[in-house]
């Protein structure tokens, strides 16, 4: 019988990501074919919907008795600090904070700029992005005003907040409900490649493309995903008992063989290619076998003058040796 390849996980660090801490890139490899597409949408929307963090929800304003109005010596009116107040992300602590407590931070405003940075968090909360401006004051003292917080998932409205308050804060007309985004997700994409194209039985690699807003690991959250997935999956295994040894034994490790350095160190011209695939890869600078396959696959179609004809040419003939090209 045909087993499954256990699939390997690494960690790719480009320049980029190695310049932007918050953004990660993950290669899950080699998956059975359609397996890309199914794991890549489900820990995709996983992201995207259920890592939870640190948001606020309501807030009160001394003066203030609804959205749409405007404060003394403020530049701002409310709906427009609480658009900047949306835009603020925190940290939590989970060690010191109980996640089902509703927490309020205030702010009393100098005469200037109102930073994240001025806000009064409580312990076990920071604020991330201490340079976002809440508010512009002409007056010292001219904002007072106080953060209701809550740990949550996803997306709440304030129509949603709304309820919430009446919940845990009582009805209070003082009190504004907002829009909540609680993922620590900034953006997620994933693509899914062939390892091996050309071979008789290709596999895929998913590639995971993952930034968040700073407040949490891009690890930690795809490790979280995977362990909600995980919890949500068993359900199934309870339909049935199952023989865990019997799932075992349809997976197996790759295989990796020793290539004979002879082979590695052929000369290109030894491949009796065509004169134009051939000339492709002098203009390359690759002399040899082992030069050619170390390149992965993709590498090999943005060659000057090698058409699709040619790759596919040169593929067949690397097949031919029993070798395959390095993934990438």
Known sequence: MDKFLKPTFTKKITEEIKQNPEH???????????????????????LLSSIPSAAPFAIKIKGAM????????????????ILNLKELVLKTDVNILDIDETFEATVVSKEDQVLASDIEMPIGIEV???????????????????LFIRFSKGFRTF????????????????????????SPIKNVNF??????PGESYVYERLVLDVITKGNMKASEAVSMAGAILKKHYASFETLAVIDETKVEEMFEE???EEKEDTQLTMPIEELNLSVRSQNGLEKAKIETVGELI??????????DNLGDKSVSEIVEAIQNLGLSFKTE
């Open 294 to 303: 170390n390149r992965p696959f993709s590498a090999l179609k943005r060659i």
């Open 128 to 146: 991330v992005n201490k340079d976002l401006v809440i508010a512009n004051t002409s007056k010292h003292g001219a904002l007072n005003l106080k």
């Open 24 to 46: 990660s890139q993950f290669i899950i490899e080699k998956l059975e074919r359609g397996f890309g597409n199914t794991l890549g949408t489900a820990i995709r929307r996983t």
């Open 66 to 81: 609804h959205e749409f109005q405007g404060i003394d010596n403020v530049k701002e009116d409310v709906a427009e600090i």
């Open 254 to 256: 790759e295989q990796f």
């Open 191 to 196: 693509t899914v490649e062939e390892v091996n």
């Open 159 to 182: 129509e949603e907040n709304r309820i919430l308050v009446a919940e845990e804060l009582g009805e209070n007309e003082m009190i504004i409900p907002m829009d909540s985004n609680f």
